[in-house]
């Protein structure tokens, strides 16, 4: 008599039929972390070509998927 179940051949699990392993998938947590909403800031560095004076700020802008560039080589 086989079986009644077939092992994963990457882990050894013992699986029922139809049921397919999950061992190679990224776990839970992480792919949770992947989808966390991050925090981006842009940062405008602009240098004065009279003096060579540097200006740093971040930008107080919202960047959503709209967002575009208009600089002089854009």
């Known amino acids: 008599m086989g079986k009644p179940y077939r092992e994963c051949p990457y882990c050894g699990a013992h699986l029922d039929a139809g049921e397919t392993c999950d061992c190679r998938e990224p776990k839970r947590e992480h792919r949770a972390a992947e989808l966390r909403r991050m ?36």
Do not use: F
């Open 39 to 74: 925090r981006l800031v842009a940062i405008c560095r602009e240098v004065d070509p009279e003096t060579g004076a540097v200006a740093v700020y971040e930008v107080g802008k919202e960047m959503t998927d709209a967002l575009q560039c208009h600089g002089s080589g854009q």
